[in-house]
């Protein structure tokens, strides 16, 4: 069993999982709900934590490009690397980072359509799992399905192109 130590997260679990429960089994009988949520409890844990996984590697990746001066820096806007605002040091990092940049770029590119708009909504606009599912119009388990592998996709194009996770 997991267990969630953020407080904020937990809370959030708990409520989900109980919409999921009142959404999709309201008309089981009153003994089920135990058992039911449970298991929703259980996998809402498990998609936290995947989802925190893969934020976190993707995270990690792109913080070496963001400025230390702005907290809301988005490397992928930010292509063009500016020297006065804060950019890279050297002009070695600076060509390293636009490199790596136009590569991931090029990558997500790369990627099948339903693959990237499900990438890019769920780590890029931050959107959870239902509300990427009906933006597409399709099940959360298609958009967990094309997430997992537009990473997988892009963690082998950048670790075959030497860019280290």
């Not at 809301?72 to 990092?93: C, F, H, N, Q, Y």
Request: overall charge negative; glycine content about 4%; hydrophobic content about 40%.
């Amino acid at each position: 069993m997991f267990a969630v130590r953020e407080e904020e997260a937990a809370l959030d679990i708990v409520q989900d999982s109980m919409l999921k429960l009142s959404e999709k089994y309201g008309d089981r009988p009153e003994e089920e709900f135990p058992m039911l949520f449970q298991r929703i409890l259980q996998n809402t844990i498990r998609d936290f934590y995947r989802r925190s996984k893969v934020r976190s590697m993707w995270t990690t990746l792109l913080s070496a490009f963001a400025s230390d001066d702005d907290e809301d820096d988005d490397p992928l806007e930010r292509l063009a690397v500016d020297m006065d605002d804060g950019g890279p040091k050297t002009p070695e990092s600076a060509l390293l980072q636009t490199q790596t940049l136009n590569i991931l770029e090029a990558e997500i590119k790369k990627l099948p359509t339903r693959q990237r708009e499900a990438f890019i909504m769920r780590y890029w606009e931050d959107m959870d799992v239902a509300e990427t599912a009906a933006a597409m119009g399709c099940s959360e388990g298609s958009v967990k399905t094309h997430c997992s592998r537009a990473t997988h996709t892009l963690a082998a194009a950048l670790s075959a192109k030497g860019i280290k996770l």
